[in-house]
């Protein structure tokens, strides 16, 4: 089991504002039920990670879901293979006169869960009929006859996999509703044992405001769930800084998905992200960044190539922790973050996750278009 990170609190201006994230309106949750759902953060790769992914219903009656995920490896152009940045696969595609291009590919299927009930799976293995918990067949229900027929989870589409997943709450005929009965986690289980844990982001909708069309309106003036938060605020360590308990250098990767995105003809969203960044002497530093379908970015290479130069760093922020409020310009934004301990390989790397803060409602609408 991992070490969690101990978080140490910030001094001066941003407490305040930390404090001030709680004070204000802001419409993005994640300890309450909701009617979408999104998991930023789904990861599958052999011998070294998976992840465990599970939603509940509850309310006292069934609930059918249409979910979505969404594939965002990049390819290689000239071999189809997948590029991670930095492995082999990456420099193949290069060898061979390709580029790393985004596919943004998404794989829908649908989950029945009767009242009150979780359901999981890893990413890996997806859930078939025959592992149902209540598959309907010989009498196997649950209460007032209600099972999980129809339900059918697939595996991710391809290994190593990184991606997200969305979730909404649906009536039988496959029209979204303004039900708020969902709640999901997402559980990473790394191959030296290291275990992190988050929950899914929710959405809620508006009673009676949701209507029997393929477009979700989040926020804005005409809006049938609520909208995506106007601030994103982290308290972070800052990278490279060494770790008062452990001993070693910390690092915080932040995970950023866009409110809108049209599933129908597979066109992620994008918005440029600024960076107000705050020390514990209220010092602030500023970058911004484009980030499109997913971003996956370790602060301390936003805003440079050599993450001891970046503004993210202990050496340049001069403090060990900090503050990073973040405005999406374009779509809105979802997001985690992962923080790592140790080199970030083996059995002395120490992981934690954890959901942003969130502050104030986007003047703009978002749009999630479902097929």
């Known amino acids: 089991m991992g070490m969690r990170t101990v978080k140490v609190m910030l001094l001066g201006a941003a407490v305040a504002l930390s404090m001030g994230a709680g004070q204000l309106r802001a419409d993005v949750v994640s300890d309450r039920a909701a009617a979408l759902l999104i998991w930023p953060d789904i990861y599958y790769e052999v011998g070294e990670v998976d992840t465990i992914v599970q939603v509940s219903n509850t309310s006292l009656e069934p609930v059918l879901l249409h979910c979505f995920y ?7 152009s000239s071999t189809g293979a997948v590029c991670e940045r930095g492995e082999t696969s990456e420099t193949e595609c290069y060898s061979a006169a390709g580029k790393c291009e985004p596919g943004w590919l998404e794989t829908d299927f649908r989950i029945r869960l009767t009242p009150r009930q ?12 025959g592992d149902l918990p209540l598959d309907g067949s010989f009498g196997n229900t649950g209460t007032g006859g209600a099972s999980n027929a129809g339900t059918l989870i697939p595996p991710v589409a391809e290994e190593p996999y990184t991606g997200v997943l969305k979730c909404i ?3 039988d005929d496959g029209t979204p509703t303004d039900r708020n009965v969902l709640k999901g986690e997402s559980t990473a289980v790394y191959e030296n044992g290291d275990v992190t844990k988050h929950n899914a982001v929710g959405i809620q909708a508006i009673e009676g405001a949701v209507n029997d069309d393929k477009e979700l309106i989040l926020g804005g003036g005409d809006e049938e769930y609520n909208g995506c938060s106007n601030y994103l605020i982290v308290n972070h360590m800052f990278d490279l800084g060494i770790h008062p308990i452990v001993g070693e250098p910390s690092n915080t990767n ?13 066109e992620p969203g994008s918005a440029v992200v600024q960076f107000l960044v705050y020390n514990e002497f209220e010092q602030r530093f500023s970058t911004s960044k484009t980030a499109t ?10 805003d440079t190539n050599d993450p001891t130069r970046s503004i993210f760093s202990a050496g340049v922020a001069g403090t060990l922790v900090g503050q990073s409020r973040l405005r999406p310009i374009g779509s809105g934004m979802i997001a985690i973050a992962n923080e790592a301990i140790g080199e970030g390989e083996g059995e002395d790397t120490y992981r934690s996750s954890f959901n942003v803060n969130v502050q104030g409602d986007r003047a703009e609408s978002d749009v999630i278009t479902i097929p």
């Open 254 to 266: 932040i995970v950023l998905v866009p409110c809108t995105q049209d599933l129908l003809r597979q």
């Open 169 to 171: 709450a649906i009536n």
């Open 118 to 129: 979780p359901i999981g799976w890893l990413a890996s293995e997806g859930l078939a009929n």
């Open 293 to 302: 379908c997913k971003a996956n970015w370790r602060l301390s290479e936003i």
């Open 70 to 76: 969404e594939n965002a490896n990049l390819h290689c």
